[in-house]
């Protein structure tokens, strides 16, 4: 059993530098630092839009929506314990809540995602089949900000390998931008 932990860690291999390199620019938005990234932004769009009515058309009390997915979808990774390219599809269940006032300047959003997935490794012709969970959070006003995201997925191959990922990522931001607080805690298992 091999376990990587780390940002550093988990990007080397047994191809060296460049091999790990290759792997981790392959992937899909999957990349869980991304995929944080990108739904922080996400967020933050979706605010701006609804915030912008709401207070073109007078509203100054507080504005929350719920916005929900489930469905399934093909998705294309690879993976972090082969290198292989792994196509598969998800069943995916997913939530997120915004708060905002217009009134002021505070913001709160969460988004959680949990799905039930197999794929293939093109490489070793192993199929696997797991579960992953995905959650993150952002609340921000003109004093500071932090956003915090986690996510942790197990998958078993038809060969009896396993693959076990966990991230904990956090970033808090002071007036005038400067970070009090950031890291990004990544570990894998390959068995």
């Known amino acids: 059993m091999r376990t990587r932990e780390g940002t550093a860690a988990a990007g080397r291999s047994a191809r060296g530098p460049q091999g790990a390199a290759r792997r981790h620019t392959a992937r899909r938005p999957r990349n869980w630092l991304a995929a944080g990234t990108l739904a922080s932004l996400s967020a933050a769009a979706l605010v701006i839009g609804p915030s912008a009515a709401a207070s073109a058309s007078g509203g100054g009390h507080t504005q929350s929506f719920t916005q929900t997915f489930h469905g399934t979808q093909a998705f294309t990774n690879v993976n972090p314990c082969t290198g ?40 070793t012709g192993v199929t696997y089949a797991g579960h992953d969970t995905v959650w993150g959070n952002l609340n921000l006003n003109e004093q500071n900000a932090n956003a915090t ?41 390959c068995g």
Do not use: C, R, Y
């Not at 942790?152 to 007036?175: F, N, R, Y």
């Open 84 to 123: 292989g390219a792994m196509d598969g599809t998800q069943s995916s269940n997913m939530i997120s809540h915004v708060t905002f006032f217009p009134a002021s300047d505070e913001l709160w959003a969460t988004f959680t995602e949990e799905d039930n997935f197999s794929a293939v490794d093109e490489s």
């Open 149 to 189: 995201f986690t996510s942790s997925a197990h998958a078993t191959g038809s060969d009896g390998t396993t693959i076990s990922s966990h991230e904990v990522a956090h970033v808090t931001m002071l007036p005038a931008g400067t970070i009090s607080v950031s890291f990004d805690k990544a570990s894998l298992t």
